[in-house]
Protein backbone atom coordinates (compact mmCIF):
# COMPACT_ATOMS: atom_id res chain seq x y z
CA UNK A 1 0.00 0.00 0.00
CA UNK A 2 1.10 3.24 -1.07
CA UNK A 3 2.19 5.88 1.77
CA UNK A 4 -0.29 8.79 2.65
CA UNK A 5 0.89 11.65 0.78
CA UNK A 6 0.37 14.85 2.84
CA UNK A 7 1.61 18.62 2.89
CA UNK A 8 4.91 19.47 3.26
CA UNK A 9 5.29 20.69 7.18
CA UNK A 10 4.46 24.45 8.09
CA UNK A 11 2.77 24.18 4.47
CA UNK A 12 -0.48 24.19 5.92
CA UNK A 13 -4.01 23.36 3.59
CA UNK A 14 -6.89 25.72 3.63
CA UNK A 15 -10.53 24.36 3.37
CA UNK A 16 -13.75 26.13 4.19
CA UNK A 17 -14.97 27.23 6.33
CA UNK A 18 -11.99 28.73 7.09
CA UNK A 19 -10.89 30.62 3.58
CA UNK A 20 -14.00 32.20 4.33
CA UNK A 21 -12.02 34.31 7.45
CA UNK A 22 -9.48 34.56 4.00
CA UNK A 23 -11.88 36.01 1.40
CA UNK A 24 -13.26 38.60 4.00
CA UNK A 25 -9.69 39.55 4.38
CA UNK A 26 -8.43 40.21 1.49
CA UNK A 27 -11.74 41.87 0.01
CA UNK A 28 -11.15 44.30 2.77
CA UNK A 29 -7.55 45.13 1.61
CA UNK A 30 -9.00 45.45 -2.14
CA UNK A 31 -11.46 48.28 -0.76
CA UNK A 32 -8.85 50.00 1.37
CA UNK A 33 -6.34 50.20 -1.56
CA UNK A 34 -7.97 51.40 -4.13
CA UNK A 35 -9.19 54.08 -1.43
CA UNK A 36 -5.57 55.15 -0.95
CA UNK A 37 -4.84 55.37 -4.46
CA UNK A 38 -2.46 52.27 -4.10
CA UNK A 39 -2.39 49.73 -7.56
CA UNK A 40 -1.55 46.03 -7.97
CA UNK A 41 1.38 44.52 -8.57
CA UNK A 42 2.02 40.70 -9.07
CA UNK A 43 5.39 39.30 -8.89
CA UNK A 44 6.32 36.08 -9.39
CA UNK A 45 7.26 33.17 -6.96
CA UNK A 46 10.62 32.42 -7.52
CA UNK A 47 13.29 34.89 -8.47
CA UNK A 48 17.20 34.97 -8.61
CA UNK A 49 18.84 34.04 -5.45
CA UNK A 50 20.77 36.93 -6.07
CA UNK A 51 18.24 39.14 -5.69
CA UNK A 52 17.60 38.73 -2.31
CA UNK A 53 21.48 37.90 -1.33
CA UNK A 54 22.19 41.57 -2.85
CA UNK A 55 18.51 43.26 -1.79
CA UNK A 56 18.51 41.51 1.95
CA UNK A 57 21.78 41.35 2.81
CA UNK A 58 24.62 38.12 3.25
CA UNK A 59 24.26 38.64 6.77
CA UNK A 60 20.73 38.43 7.42
CA UNK A 61 19.01 35.78 8.95
CA UNK A 62 16.67 34.88 6.42
CA UNK A 63 19.79 34.71 3.23
CA UNK A 64 21.80 32.70 5.34
CA UNK A 65 19.44 29.79 7.45
CA UNK A 66 16.11 30.41 6.05
CA UNK A 67 15.43 30.69 2.07
CA UNK A 68 14.42 27.72 0.20
CA UNK A 69 17.44 27.99 -2.83
CA UNK A 70 18.00 25.27 -5.48
CA UNK A 71 19.82 24.79 -9.05
CA UNK A 72 17.86 25.00 -11.95
CA UNK A 73 18.22 21.57 -13.98
CA UNK A 74 17.88 22.26 -17.16
CA UNK A 75 20.17 26.05 -17.05
CA UNK A 76 22.16 26.22 -13.98
CA UNK A 77 20.30 28.98 -12.42
CA UNK A 78 20.21 29.62 -8.66
CA UNK A 79 16.53 30.19 -7.86
CA UNK A 80 15.21 30.69 -4.48
CA UNK A 81 10.89 30.42 -3.53
CA UNK A 82 10.55 34.21 -2.47
CA UNK A 83 11.31 34.66 1.57
CA UNK A 84 9.91 38.22 1.35
CA UNK A 85 7.88 40.23 -1.23
CA UNK A 86 9.63 43.69 -1.58
CA UNK A 87 12.83 42.69 -3.22
CA UNK A 88 10.96 41.26 -5.96
CA UNK A 89 8.58 44.36 -5.98
CA UNK A 90 11.65 46.27 -6.69
CA UNK A 91 13.00 44.24 -9.29
CA UNK A 92 9.62 44.16 -10.81
CA UNK A 93 9.90 48.45 -10.72
CA UNK A 94 13.50 48.37 -12.31
CA UNK A 95 13.30 45.48 -14.47
CA UNK A 96 10.38 47.37 -16.88
CA UNK A 97 11.00 51.17 -15.67
CA UNK A 98 7.93 52.09 -14.10
CA UNK A 99 9.07 55.15 -12.12
CA UNK A 100 9.15 56.58 -16.02
CA UNK A 101 6.00 58.67 -15.56
CA UNK A 102 6.77 59.58 -11.55
CA UNK A 103 5.75 57.64 -8.64
CA UNK A 104 4.35 54.68 -8.14
CA UNK A 105 1.94 53.10 -5.35
CA UNK A 106 1.45 49.58 -5.43
CA UNK A 107 0.87 46.51 -3.24
CA UNK A 108 0.59 42.71 -3.50
CA UNK A 109 -0.54 39.25 -1.72
CA UNK A 110 0.13 36.19 -1.56
CA UNK A 111 2.82 33.01 -1.02
CA UNK A 112 6.60 33.50 0.60
CA UNK A 113 8.54 30.54 1.67
CA UNK A 114 11.06 30.47 4.40
CA UNK A 115 12.86 27.28 6.29
CA UNK A 116 12.31 27.87 9.71
CA UNK A 117 10.70 25.80 12.79
CA UNK A 118 6.86 25.45 12.20
CA UNK A 119 4.89 26.84 14.97
CA UNK A 120 1.66 28.90 15.47
CA UNK A 121 1.32 31.97 13.63
CA UNK A 122 5.27 30.88 12.28
CA UNK A 123 4.90 28.84 8.79
CA UNK A 124 7.76 27.34 5.96
CA UNK A 125 4.60 29.08 3.54
CA UNK A 126 2.98 31.96 4.87
CA UNK A 127 1.18 34.80 3.65
CA UNK A 128 1.77 38.18 3.17
CA UNK A 129 0.42 41.72 2.24
CA UNK A 130 2.81 44.17 0.87
CA UNK A 131 2.59 47.53 0.25
CA UNK A 132 5.14 49.78 -1.62
CA UNK A 133 5.03 53.67 -2.37
CA UNK A 134 8.19 54.27 -4.99
CA UNK A 135 9.28 57.46 -5.47
CA UNK A 136 7.83 59.60 -2.63
CA UNK A 137 10.57 61.20 -0.54
CA UNK A 138 9.10 62.77 2.27
CA UNK A 139 7.54 61.91 6.05
CA UNK A 140 4.51 62.45 4.61
CA UNK A 141 4.25 59.11 2.44
CA UNK A 142 6.27 57.45 5.56
CA UNK A 143 2.76 58.17 7.57
CA UNK A 144 0.22 57.75 5.08
CA UNK A 145 0.96 54.25 5.23
CA UNK A 146 1.30 53.79 9.16
CA UNK A 147 -2.49 55.15 8.92
CA UNK A 148 -3.86 53.51 6.09
CA UNK A 149 -2.76 50.18 8.45
CA UNK A 150 -4.50 51.59 11.34
CA UNK A 151 -7.43 52.38 8.77
CA UNK A 152 -7.08 48.67 8.22
CA UNK A 153 -7.32 47.76 11.84
CA UNK A 154 -10.51 49.74 11.81
CA UNK A 155 -11.82 48.21 8.93
CA UNK A 156 -11.38 44.67 10.38
CA UNK A 157 -12.99 45.54 14.03
CA UNK A 158 -9.58 45.70 16.06
CA UNK A 159 -8.90 48.61 18.29
CA UNK A 160 -5.50 50.40 18.40
CA UNK A 161 -4.32 50.15 22.09
CA UNK A 162 -6.47 47.51 22.81
CA UNK A 163 -5.28 45.08 20.09
CA UNK A 164 -2.53 46.55 18.74
CA UNK A 165 0.26 49.08 19.34
CA UNK A 166 2.44 51.13 17.15
CA UNK A 167 6.01 51.50 18.04
CA UNK A 168 8.43 53.38 15.97
CA UNK A 169 12.01 54.38 15.54
CA UNK A 170 14.26 55.69 13.03
CA UNK A 171 17.46 54.09 11.50
CA UNK A 172 18.90 57.32 10.36
CA UNK A 173 21.51 57.58 7.37
CA UNK A 174 24.68 55.47 6.14
CA UNK A 175 26.93 57.79 7.54
CA UNK A 176 25.04 58.16 11.01
CA UNK A 177 24.42 54.28 11.20
CA UNK A 178 28.27 54.00 10.74
CA UNK A 179 29.07 55.73 13.50
CA UNK A 180 26.54 54.23 15.48
CA UNK A 181 27.79 51.28 14.38
CA UNK A 182 31.07 51.63 16.01
CA UNK A 183 30.06 52.61 18.75
CA UNK A 184 27.65 49.35 19.43
CA UNK A 185 30.91 47.23 18.12
CA UNK A 186 32.76 48.61 20.88
CA UNK A 187 30.16 48.37 23.27
CA UNK A 188 29.67 44.78 22.68
CA UNK A 189 33.74 44.23 22.71
CA UNK A 190 33.98 45.79 25.99
CA UNK A 191 31.33 42.78 27.44
CA UNK A 192 32.92 40.04 24.92
CA UNK A 193 32.51 37.55 27.54
CA UNK A 194 28.30 38.62 27.66
CA UNK A 195 27.71 37.89 24.27
CA UNK A 196 25.79 34.51 22.87
CA UNK A 197 26.96 32.57 20.25
CA UNK A 198 24.39 34.28 17.66
CA UNK A 199 25.90 38.00 18.62
CA UNK A 200 29.36 37.21 18.67
CA UNK A 201 29.08 35.83 15.03
CA UNK A 202 27.71 39.26 14.45
CA UNK A 203 29.75 41.53 16.46
CA UNK A 204 31.40 42.32 12.95
CA UNK A 205 29.54 41.71 10.34
CA UNK A 206 26.18 43.05 11.78
CA UNK A 207 26.19 44.57 15.12
CA UNK A 208 22.87 46.62 14.66
CA UNK A 209 20.90 43.05 14.22
CA UNK A 210 22.40 42.32 18.08
CA UNK A 211 20.02 44.66 19.10
CA UNK A 212 17.05 42.40 18.06
CA UNK A 213 18.50 39.53 20.17
CA UNK A 214 15.03 37.51 21.34
CA UNK A 215 17.52 35.97 24.14
CA UNK A 216 16.91 37.35 27.74
CA UNK A 217 20.19 36.93 29.12
CA UNK A 218 21.20 39.60 26.35
CA UNK A 219 18.35 42.17 27.50
CA UNK A 220 20.66 44.29 29.93
CA UNK A 221 23.73 44.60 27.61
CA UNK A 222 21.25 45.69 24.37
CA UNK A 223 19.17 47.62 26.78
CA UNK A 224 22.59 49.99 27.31
CA UNK A 225 24.15 49.72 24.01
CA UNK A 226 24.34 53.48 22.62
CA UNK A 227 21.42 54.57 20.91
CA UNK A 228 20.73 55.48 17.00
CA UNK A 229 18.58 58.22 17.87
CA UNK A 230 21.25 59.83 20.01
CA UNK A 231 23.53 59.48 16.13
CA UNK A 232 20.74 61.09 13.71
CA UNK A 233 21.66 64.21 12.18
CA UNK A 234 19.77 67.43 11.44
CA UNK A 235 17.41 65.68 7.97
CA UNK A 236 17.12 62.89 9.48
CA UNK A 237 15.27 64.19 13.28
CA UNK A 238 13.26 66.60 11.00
CA UNK A 239 12.43 63.64 8.94
CA UNK A 240 11.02 61.66 12.20
CA UNK A 241 9.80 64.77 13.34
CA UNK A 242 7.51 64.85 10.45
CA UNK A 243 6.04 61.40 10.67
CA UNK A 244 5.68 62.07 14.18
CA UNK A 245 4.27 65.36 13.58
CA UNK A 246 1.44 63.46 11.04
CA UNK A 247 0.89 60.88 13.60
CA UNK A 248 0.23 62.94 16.67
CA UNK A 249 -2.46 64.80 14.40
CA UNK A 250 -4.08 62.01 13.62
CA UNK A 251 -4.57 61.23 17.08
CA UNK A 252 -2.45 57.77 16.44
CA UNK A 253 -0.81 57.26 19.58
CA UNK A 254 2.10 54.61 19.62
CA UNK A 255 5.67 54.24 21.58
CA UNK A 256 9.26 55.27 20.13
CA UNK A 257 11.45 52.16 20.36
CA UNK A 258 14.82 53.08 20.07
CA UNK A 259 16.10 49.60 19.77
CA UNK A 260 13.48 48.62 17.07
CA UNK A 261 15.13 47.33 14.01
CA UNK A 262 14.37 45.09 10.71
CA UNK A 263 15.10 42.07 9.27
CA UNK A 264 16.73 43.49 6.40
CA UNK A 265 19.22 45.38 5.57
CA UNK A 266 17.67 47.81 3.28
CA UNK A 267 15.82 50.26 5.83
CA UNK A 268 17.03 53.82 6.65
CA UNK A 269 14.90 56.67 8.32
CA UNK A 270 11.17 55.32 9.39
CA UNK A 271 10.93 51.88 10.30
CA UNK A 272 7.53 50.80 12.28
CA UNK A 273 6.36 47.90 13.82
CA UNK A 274 2.55 47.10 15.03
CA UNK A 275 2.51 44.49 17.92
CA UNK A 276 0.32 42.77 19.95
CA UNK A 277 0.07 41.45 23.27
CA UNK A 278 -2.57 38.63 22.51
CA UNK A 279 -0.28 36.45 20.45
CA UNK A 280 2.80 35.36 23.32
CA UNK A 281 6.46 35.59 21.31
CA UNK A 282 4.58 36.21 17.68
CA UNK A 283 3.52 39.97 19.04
CA UNK A 284 4.31 41.66 15.34
CA UNK A 285 2.14 41.75 13.21
CA UNK A 286 2.96 44.50 10.20
CA UNK A 287 6.04 45.86 10.23
CA UNK A 288 7.72 48.11 7.73
CA UNK A 289 9.92 51.10 6.93
CA UNK A 290 11.73 53.48 4.44
CA UNK A 291 14.81 51.91 2.25
CA UNK A 292 15.94 54.52 -0.10
CA UNK A 293 18.77 53.15 -1.35
CA UNK A 294 17.02 49.60 -2.48
CA UNK A 295 15.94 50.40 -5.97
CA UNK A 296 19.78 51.85 -7.01
CA UNK A 297 21.21 48.65 -4.98
CA UNK A 298 19.35 46.36 -7.71
CA UNK A 299 20.35 48.67 -10.69
CA UNK A 300 17.77 50.99 -11.16
CA UNK A 301 18.18 54.85 -11.47
CA UNK A 302 18.07 56.42 -7.54
CA UNK A 303 14.53 56.58 -5.90
CA UNK A 304 13.16 56.00 -2.82
CA UNK A 305 10.72 53.91 -1.11
CA UNK A 306 8.69 53.44 1.94
CA UNK A 307 6.30 49.96 2.70
CA UNK A 308 5.06 47.09 5.07
CA UNK A 309 4.88 43.77 5.12
CA UNK A 310 1.93 42.04 6.92
CA UNK A 311 1.86 38.21 7.97
CA UNK A 312 -2.14 37.28 7.26
CA UNK A 313 -1.82 33.87 8.83
CA UNK A 314 -0.51 35.77 11.86
CA UNK A 315 -3.39 38.70 11.88
CA UNK A 316 -6.60 36.22 11.47
CA UNK A 317 -4.63 34.57 14.90
CA UNK A 318 -5.10 37.93 16.14
CA UNK A 319 -8.65 38.46 15.23
CA UNK A 320 -9.49 35.17 16.58
CA UNK A 321 -7.94 35.56 19.84
CA UNK A 322 -9.67 38.96 19.71
CA UNK A 323 -13.00 37.28 19.30
CA UNK A 324 -13.80 39.24 15.90
CA UNK A 325 -14.97 37.14 12.77
CA UNK A 326 -16.28 37.53 9.66
CA UNK A 327 -19.67 37.71 9.08
CA UNK A 328 -20.94 35.15 7.85
CA UNK A 329 -21.70 34.24 3.87
CA UNK A 330 -24.92 32.37 3.26
CA UNK A 331 -26.93 31.99 0.06
CA UNK A 332 -29.60 33.43 -0.51
CA UNK A 333 -31.83 30.65 -1.60
CA UNK A 334 -31.51 27.21 -2.22
CA UNK A 335 -33.38 24.43 -4.53
CA UNK A 336 -34.88 21.80 -3.02
CA UNK A 337 -35.89 19.51 -6.23
CA UNK A 338 -38.22 16.38 -5.60
CA UNK A 339 -37.98 13.00 -7.46
CA UNK A 340 -38.50 13.17 -11.25
CA UNK A 341 -38.30 16.53 -11.74
CA UNK A 342 -35.80 17.34 -14.65
CA UNK A 343 -32.36 19.23 -14.22
CA UNK A 344 -33.41 20.76 -17.58
CA UNK A 345 -36.12 22.56 -15.83
CA UNK A 346 -34.41 23.71 -13.05
CA UNK A 347 -31.10 24.53 -14.37
CA UNK A 348 -32.06 27.30 -16.44
CA UNK A 349 -33.89 28.92 -13.53
CA UNK A 350 -31.03 28.98 -11.40
CA UNK A 351 -28.87 30.68 -14.11
CA UNK A 352 -31.62 33.42 -14.53
CA UNK A 353 -31.23 34.26 -10.66
CA UNK A 354 -27.33 33.72 -10.44
CA UNK A 355 -26.99 36.77 -13.92
CA UNK A 356 -29.53 38.65 -11.41
CA UNK A 357 -26.98 38.49 -8.46
CA UNK A 358 -28.40 36.42 -6.45
CA UNK A 359 -26.51 33.26 -4.77
CA UNK A 360 -28.27 29.83 -5.12
CA UNK A 361 -27.04 26.34 -3.57
CA UNK A 362 -28.33 23.50 -5.92
CA UNK A 363 -29.35 20.34 -3.89
CA UNK A 364 -27.59 18.01 -6.42
CA UNK A 365 -27.35 13.63 -5.92
CA UNK A 366 -31.39 13.86 -5.04
CA UNK A 367 -32.93 12.67 -1.66
CA UNK A 368 -36.15 13.12 0.50
CA UNK A 369 -37.37 16.39 0.59
CA UNK A 370 -37.02 16.07 4.11
CA UNK A 371 -33.38 15.52 4.53
CA UNK A 372 -33.07 18.38 1.43
CA UNK A 373 -34.72 21.26 3.66
CA UNK A 374 -32.67 19.71 6.61
CA UNK A 375 -29.60 20.77 4.28
CA UNK A 376 -31.40 23.88 3.01
CA UNK A 377 -31.64 25.54 6.70
CA UNK A 378 -28.15 23.92 7.34
CA UNK A 379 -26.87 26.28 4.53
CA UNK A 380 -27.92 29.02 6.42
CA UNK A 381 -29.90 30.23 2.84
CA UNK A 382 -32.45 33.05 3.36
CA UNK A 383 -34.89 30.59 1.70
CA UNK A 384 -35.60 27.48 -0.64
CA UNK A 385 -36.54 27.20 -4.09
CA UNK A 386 -38.99 24.30 -4.24
CA UNK A 387 -38.97 22.86 -7.47
CA UNK A 388 -42.47 19.63 -7.29
CA UNK A 389 -44.50 18.53 -10.00
CA UNK A 390 -48.09 20.56 -9.06
CA UNK A 391 -46.32 24.10 -9.15
CA UNK A 392 -44.22 23.25 -12.20
CA UNK A 393 -46.98 21.75 -13.90
CA UNK A 394 -48.31 25.44 -13.79
CA UNK A 395 -45.01 26.83 -14.69
CA UNK A 396 -44.03 28.08 -11.47
CA UNK A 397 -41.97 27.18 -8.43
CA UNK A 398 -43.11 27.79 -4.81
CA UNK A 399 -40.57 29.99 -2.72
CA UNK A 400 -40.32 29.30 0.77
CA UNK A 401 -38.73 31.69 3.37
CA UNK A 402 -36.68 29.95 6.10
CA UNK A 403 -35.87 32.80 8.54
CA UNK A 404 -38.74 34.64 8.52
CA UNK A 405 -41.30 32.48 10.31
CA UNK A 406 -43.89 35.25 9.97
CA UNK A 407 -43.50 35.14 6.46
CA UNK A 408 -45.75 33.14 4.24
CA UNK A 409 -44.85 30.76 1.54
CA UNK A 410 -45.75 32.08 -2.35
CA UNK A 411 -45.06 30.55 -5.80
CA UNK A 412 -43.45 32.56 -8.44
CA UNK A 413 -43.34 32.37 -12.11
CA UNK A 414 -40.51 29.94 -13.96
CA UNK A 415 -40.52 32.48 -17.25
CA UNK A 416 -40.00 35.32 -14.77
CA UNK A 417 -37.22 34.53 -13.01
CA UNK A 418 -35.32 37.68 -13.91
CA UNK A 419 -38.39 40.12 -12.62
CA UNK A 420 -38.04 38.24 -8.72
CA UNK A 421 -34.99 37.57 -8.53
CA UNK A 422 -34.79 40.48 -6.20
CA UNK A 423 -37.21 39.71 -3.67
CA UNK A 424 -34.23 36.53 -2.67
CA UNK A 425 -31.31 39.84 -2.09
CA UNK A 426 -31.24 40.79 1.45
CA UNK A 427 -32.76 43.80 2.25
Not at 118 to 144: M, S, T, W
Not at 156 to 181: C, D, M, V, W
Request: hydrophobic share 45%.
Amino acid sequence: MADKLQAIKGMNDILPPDSARWEWFEDTVRRLMARYGYKALRTPIVEPTALFVRGLGEVTDIVEKEMYSFTDHMNGDLLTLRPEATAGMVRAIVEHNALYNGPLRVWQMGPMFRHERPQKGRYRQFHQLDVEAFGHAGPDVDAEIILMVRALWRELGLKEGEHLTLEINSLGQPAERAAHRAALIAHFEAHADRLDDDAQRRLHSNPLRILDSKNPAMAPLVESAPKLLDYLGEASRAHFDGVRAVLDAAGLGYRINPRLVRGMDYYNLTVFEWVTPLLGAQSTVCGGGRYDTLIEQLGGKPAPGVGFGLGIERLLLLLEAAGLNPPPSVPDAYAVVADGVPMATVMPVLETLRAAGAAVVLHAGGGSLKSQFKRADASGARHALIFAPDELSRGELALKPLRDAAAAQRTRSLADAALWAGELLPA
